[in-house]
Each structure stands twice: as C-alpha cells, then as structure tokens.
C-alpha cells in the first residue's frame, strides 16, 4: 500500500478557489484514487475519483466546479475546487485502492491525515 500526504488546504472566501495536492510515497499507476471529505459528526462522503485509465467520477452536486487529477509520473493526485462555498468546509482526505474503482469506502486501503478546507461567507 502506498503512503499519502495531503497539502494545500486553508481558508478562502465564499467563490473562491482551491486546489489541494495529494502526494503518495510510491507508484500509484495501478491505483484508483479518490478524494473524501468529512465534517464533524457526518461521514466521510466521496466527492471525485480517477481511475487507472484517468477517467473521473464526481458527484452531480459538485460538477462543474470539482475537478480531480493525476499525474502518475509524480505520483501526485490533485483535487481542483472551484467556487467554494461554506457547505464545502470540511477535512478532505485522499486515498487510494488497488486495481479497479468500486464504490466502496471500505475499499481504499490508503488514507492520508487529511487537509482542513475552511470556506467562509
């Protein structure tokens, strides 16, 4: 399994901008990668993926202004946020699971420590 750090997290104002970075300690080529957020007292809710192939998946809620990618030969995963909002405020974790992407939270065997987005009004 491969190690993850996220960077790049912080305050920003309502409309603003963010990307935050994902850097993992080995080959995630052969990873699907994934972006969670959680908020206290909320479970942790899957806002983008990226398969091997870099085909991406986001939630209806946050298309057009979520956008996920990778660059494999940084071993690096990013998450592009476009006007924020408060309701984005959260901790945003990256993780990775091996082989093909399911659905299934339980199935990401690599998580980071996460990075704090604060989005204020």
């Known amino acids: 399994q491969v190690q993850l750090v996220e960077s790049g997290g912080g305050s920003v104002q309502a409309g603003g901008a963010l990307r935050i970075s994902c850097a993992a300690s080995?080959?995630?080529?052969?990873?699907?990668m994934a972006w969670f957020r959680q908020t206290p007292g909320k479970e942790r809710e899957e806002v983008a993926q990226?398969?091997?192939?870099?085909?991406?998946h986001i939630p209806d809620f946050l298309k057009g202004r979520f956008t996920i990618s990778r660059d494999n030969a940084e071993n690096t995963l990013y998450l592009q946020m476009d006007d924020l909002n408060p309701e984005d405020t959260a901790m945003y974790y990256c993780a990775a699971e091996f082989g093909i992407c399911t659905t299934r939270i339980e199935d990401f065997g690599s998580w980071g420590q996460g990075t704090q987005v604060t989005v204020s009004s």
């Open positions: 990226i398969d091997t192939d870099g085909r991406t």
């Open positions: 080995g080959d995630i080529g052969t990873y699907c």
